[in-house]
Structures are given as structure tokens and as C-alpha cells.
């Protein structure tokens, strides 16, 4: 009798796994278009004075370079994607908090906040106990970062040029 029931719980999993997918899929949509290189271009550049940098902890710059040795390293592609919103969201925190409510860049960047924040609920819901070790201490290591941790100053473009490429890395396939 219980064997009866095995397709069908499998059949809810994935239809469970396919709805959250294509939640997924939508806010990376609406992500790929505010992160459009125009947009970058005129509200991360042009808005900002000339060499102006904002400082991250050394491992909020993650660049597709970090993603494939992590690939390299076996980190599954949940894990990574999971580390993609976690970094995006300090970075964007950290942009938030040196624009003024006027500055012509704020919308732009708080827009694209709640568009993290939108994505980092959907993956709350993935057990952290499912990500890999390696990323969750880079994780860590960015959230809970201390005084003694090394700063890095990165071009407000230069941090949205990498979360752009690495969500084509990530998600090129995926949400097409």
C-alpha cells in the first residue's frame, strides 16, 4: 500500500521543485533587465564621482573566476547560487548606505535590493544544512565579517558588472 504512494509524493517534489524554479526564474528575469549594461553604465557610473569606490570585505568581490574554482572544488550549483544572493545583498547594503534617498542612483539600487531580497527568501527556504562547507564559511565570512578582516575599495559598476556576469554564469541556462 505505501509502495502506491511513492510516485505520487515524488510527483509533488517535483512539481514543488518546478513552481519554486520558476519563481526563480522570474526575479532573475527582472534582475537581468535592471542589470542591463546601460543601466549599470549610467546609475553606477555616471552618477558616481570619478574613481569613487565603496569598500567590501575582500569576499564580497565575487567574480565568475571565484565561481568556476569553486565548480572546479565540486560546490554544486545550489550552494553557489546561494552564495551569489547572500554577497549581492551585503554589497547592495553597502551601496545603499552611502547614497542619499536624492542621489538619482538610490531607486536604481534599492530596486535592485528588493530584487535580491525577493531571491534570498526564496533560497531561506533551502536548508542550509544543504550547502556546501566551503561556501558557507565564505558566507560567514562576508555576514559576520570582523574589524580585522581585510577591506577592499571596488567601483560601485565594477561590484554590479561582476554580480551581472556571474548571474549569466549561474543562471544562463537555467531561466532562458
Known amino acids: 500500500?505505501?509502495?502506491?504512494?511513492?510516485?505520487?509524493?515524488?510527483?509533488?517534489?517535483?512539481?514543488?521543485?518546478?513552481?519554486?524554479?520558476?519563481?526563480?526564474?522570474?526575479?532573475?528575469?527582472?534582475?537581468?533587465?535592471?542589470?542591463?549594461?546601460?543601466?549599470?553604465?549610467?546609475?553606477?557610473?555616471?552618477?558616481?564621482?570619478?574613481?569613487?569606490?565603496?569598500?567590501?570585505?575582500?569576499?564580497?568581490?565575487?567574480?565568475?573566476?571565484?565561481?568556476?574554482?569553486?565548480?572546479?572544488?565540486?560546490?554544486?550549483?545550489?550552494?553557489?547560487?546561494?552564495?551569489?544572493?547572500?554577497?549581492?545583498?551585503?554589497v547592495l547594503k553597502k551601496v545603499l548606505a552611502v547614497l542619499p534617498e536624492k542621489h538619482p542612483s538610490w531607486e536604481y539600487a534599492r530596486d535592485l535590493f528588493h530584487l535580491f531580497e525577493h531571491l534570498e527568501e526564496e533560497y531561506n527556504s533551502?536548508?542550509?544544512?544543504?550547502?556546501?562547507?566551503l561556501v558557507w564559511d565564505v558566507v560567514e565570512q562576508g555576514l559576520f565579517a570582523n574589524a580585522g578582516s581585510s577591506w577592499k575599495a571596488v567601483r560601485p559598476k565594477a561590484l554590479l558588472d561582476n554580480c551581472a556576469k556571474v548571474m549569466w554564469l549561474l543562471y544562463g541556462a537555467l531561466c532562458r
Open 1 to 90: 500500500m505505501q509502495l502506491g504512494y511513492a510516485p505520487v509524493f515524488y510527483l509533488a517534489a517535483v512539481l514543488g521543485l518546478e513552481a519554486a524554479m520558476q519563481r526563480e526564474c522570474t526575479i532573475i528575469q527582472a534582475l537581468q533587465d535592471k542589470l542591463a549594461y546601460q543601466r549599470r553604465l549610467q546609475y553606477m557610473k555616471h552618477n558616481f564621482p570619478i574613481n569613487y569606490t565603496v569598500n567590501v570585505h575582500f569576499q564580497e568581490v565575487l567574480r565568475p573566476a571565484n565561481i568556476t574554482s569553486l565548480r572546479v572544488q565540486r560546490v554544486g550549483e545550489p550552494s553557489l547560487r546561494f552564495l551569489w544572493v547572500s554577497v549581492n545583498v551585503q
Open 126 to 133: 533551502y536548508d542550509q544544512g544543504n550547502v556546501d562547507a
